[in-house]
């Protein structure tokens, strides 16, 4: 059977480590000296070298000699994720106190060691506080916040980052040349870029992308595969959200979509292009992107390309305005009293329209009622950050639903539920509602569905879902 690219060209040598001479040169030097701590803490994204450089240093640390499929009594690898529970690390701790059979140490490498529960952490802490001479732990996370600081304190932390286009893409070269793949210069650059600074992550695609073809694999072929949209059509939807212009947006999600393109693969790349070409315009953009996922995400797509716009005056709003979200709703007979709305946002009068209302018979009291059903999150969400920040920050990790007069806020966490319900959260909270009635809910099952983005979804093409798998594809 053949081997995957990044199992094969997994550095068994701290000199064959690509990308991170922040840590290989400081441990190289560390067993130069014969310095060898009893803990150790590698902290960084997936894919960046963690756990090849543990094994590495645990067999350097003891002369073994290292082979990837080699299996060594005395170095003892454990994954946080399922060996998480306090029975698991008191079971470690006994086996710890006896000696090492071939090797001067005993190594434990603790992979995912965030994974932990409170209680083994406690216990872990308690043999990092008297190691016995002879053990070494190498523990690895890529959340090293969730790591208690008694354990950090007590550990050498060494942070591994992602790796830069240019030392990815001379990486991926060499390994193409090795493996004979024939590959054009622009298709291992989507490569590189789609692979995000992990080495695993790239040389998986790599490895995918190799059996595409046996002619040289070029940028159209990589991007039919992958299923990404093409440049010029996500430059194309930034030049077009700057100019708001909801008609052509909404041509080039739907040319998009249809070309097999899923939207949070589109949301990824509109974000990627942002980054590389950042611009306060597109900071409203890029604060909603990330929101693009399952349920609904073409009408979360198109919402949030959109948001800014005066939709209004724009054709697309007229032919599909039973489609619009509650909050820029206009009742019947004020229609004309309105001359332009902001999308998500209150209509907006000026006097040629209070004569046209005056005309039309659109009393005080109707204009009130079109103000009070335009809800505005973004201007909530302003009056509360003035009146207390913290409290701003705890709606920001919430979605919301509004409806006949009930902003609905609904939490992710069962933590910020809580603490928006408090007495003095909640006044803070109606007192900047401005009338509205406020509930408070624990998650999208407990809260009104929201069939506008139904039906705008419905508009771009059907729901598409994520599979939630790791295919880079």
């Not at 992602?162 to 193409?176: E, I, N, R, W």
């Amino acid at each position: 059977m053949t081997k995957a690219l990044y199992r094969k060209y997994r550095p068994k040598t701290l000199k064959e480590v690509v990308g991170q001479p922040q840590v290989t040169n400081v441990l190289a030097k560390s067993l130069e000296q014969g310095r060898i701590s009893h803990a150790y803490l590698f902290v960084g994204p997936r894919g960046t070298g963690k756990t090849s450089v543990a094994r590495i240093l645990a067999h350097e640390i003891n002369g073994f000699k290292y082979e990837i499929e080699d299996d060594y009594v005395d170095i003892i690898e454990i994954d946080g994720a399922s060996n998480r529970g306090i029975d698991n690390i008191r079971e470690l701790r006994e086996k710890a106190l006896i000696a090492p059979t071939s090797g001067k140490y005993k190594v434990y490498i603790i992979d995912e060691v965030h994974m932990l529960t409170k209680e083994a952490f406690n216990a872990l802490l308690k043999i990092l506080e008297e190691p016995p001479k002879h053990v070494v732990f190498i523990m690895a996370t890529t959340d090293a916040y969730k790591v208690p600081v008694t354990i950090t304190s007590r550990a050498q932390v060494y942070t591994f980052e992602l790796s830069d286009q240019k030392t990815m893409f001379d990486y991926l070269k060499s390994v193409a040349d090795k493996e004979k793949i024939k590959i054009d210069d622009d298709a291992l650059e989507i490569i590189v870029k789609r692979g995000g600074g992990s080495f695993r992550d790239s040389l998986s695609l790599l490895d995918q992308i190799s059996t595409l073809s046996d002619e040289k694999i070029t940028k159209e072929l990589v991007i039919s595969a992958m299923g990404l949209p093409e440049d010029e059509k996500i430059k194309a939807l930034l030049n077009k959200y700057l100019s708001q212009d909801v008609v052509k947006i909404t041509t080039l999600l739907k040319e998009l979509l249809a070309s097999g393109v899923k939207p949070e693969t589109l949301a990824e790349e509109l974000i990627s292009n942002i980054l590389e070409d950042p611009k306060a315009e597109y900071l409203d953009l890029l604060s909603r992107l990330p929101d693009v996922k399952s349920p609904f995400p073409e009408a979360k797509l198109l919402v949030a390309l959109t948001a800014n716009a005066r939709v209004a005056e724009n054709a697309f709003f007229k032919k599909h305005q039973r489609f619009v979200r509650s909050e820029s709703y206009i009742p019947d007979g004020a229609e004309k009293a309105v001359r332009r709305t902001d999308f998500p946002g209150r209509p907006v009068y000026d006097d040629e329209d209070e004569q046209v209302a005056s005309k039309k018979g659109v009393s005080d009291r109707t204009r009130a009622s079109v103000d009070n059903t335009n809800f505005n999150w973004e201007e909530f969400l302003s009056r509360v950050k003035e009146a207390n920040d913290a409290i701003y920050m705890q709606l920001l990790k919430t979605e919301y639903k509004y409806n006949n007069n009930t902003l609905t806020i609904i939490a992710k966490k069962r933590i910020v539920k809580t603490i928006l319900e408090r007495d003095n959260n909640k006044k803070i909270l109606i007192d900047n509602g401005n009338g509205i009635k406020i509930e408070i809910l624990m998650n999208e099952q407990d809260a009104p569905k929201d069939e506008t983005l139904a039906k705008i979804s419905d508009i771009m093409g059907g729901e598409v879902k994520n599979d939630g798998g790791e295919n880079p594809f």
